[in-house]
Every structure is written in C-alpha cells, then in structure tokens.
C-alpha cells in the first residue's frame, strides 16, 4: 500500500479497512486479519496497525473478541458510511464547491458528468450487458 505523507498512516489504515468493507471484501460478521498480519501485509509497525483498529472499534465498525481476534460488526457499512460521510463533507467537498466556483461549472454540467459516471462504474445493467 502506498501511504501518503499529508495523512497518518493509521487514518489511511483506517480508510483501507473502510473501502474494504464498502466493497464486501471484508463480510459482515466476519473475522479480519490479525494486527500482526495486516501490519506485515501493509510493511507498518503493529502499533500503527492497532491504532487504526481501535479508531474503528470506537466507530462501531470493528469489535475484538477476547482471545480470538477482530471482526466486522453487523453495523459496520451504516458506521462506514457516516465517517466516510462526515469526511467528505468537512474536509473534500469544500475544495470540490471552491474549484467549481473558481471554474465557473454549471450544476447541469455536474449533474450530466455524475450520471455519466454512474452509469459508467455502477450500472448494474452495463454488467449484464458485457457478459
């Protein structure tokens, strides 16, 4: 994994458990690799690895059964969503809205490039359709 030097990296831990999860790579319900195993996976220290775990237990998105390891609460995705949410909402959108003013994009043209985009990487159909 690549990290990026203006975010810590147990955020970016955070967010590749996320994205994991928003992709059903990781079940719900299910157990998620060890603090030593994703720390060797991910060339970190554990205890970058077991910040980024306890960020998520705080979250509601993982919980620790004694003895046994870590797993996907049956609540995770709606937790996923809120804090993926939350952070769009502070700390990208603002500079997406700014760059919109500053380039003087129409709320058409969005709309036009979103469905584009939709229908490009989310249409269910267009799937059907490849196969």
């Keep these: 994994m690549e990290f990026n030097s203006n975010k810590a990296i147990y955020l970016q831990i955070v967010e590749h458990v996320c994205e994991k999860i928003m992709l059903n790579v990781w079940i719900l319900e299910e157990k998620i690799p060890s603090v030593r195993e994703l720390a060797?996976?991910?060339?970190?220290?554990?205890?970058?690895v077991m910040r980024a775990y306890d960020f998520l237990q705080q979250k509601e998105v993982i919980y620790n059964k004694r003895g046994?390891?870590?797993?996907?609460?049956?609540?995770?995705?709606?937790?996923?969503?809120l804090y993926k949410k939350a952070i769009f909402l502070e700390e990208e959108l603002p500079q997406v809205l700014r760059n919109i003013y500053l380039l003087n994009i129409s709320l058409d043209e969005l709309k036009d490039r979103y469905q584009e985009f939709v229908d490009q990487n989310f249409n269910p159909n267009q799937?059907?359709?490849?196969q």
């Excluded at 991910?42 to 205890?47: Q, S, T």
């Excluded at 799937?127 to 490849?130: I, L, Q, T």
């Design 40 to 48: 060797i996976h991910l060339e970190v220290n554990p205890n970058t």
């Design 68 to 81: 046994i390891g870590f797993f996907i609460s049956h609540e995770a995705m709606k937790a996923v969503k």
């Design 127 to 130: 799937h059907e359709n490849e």
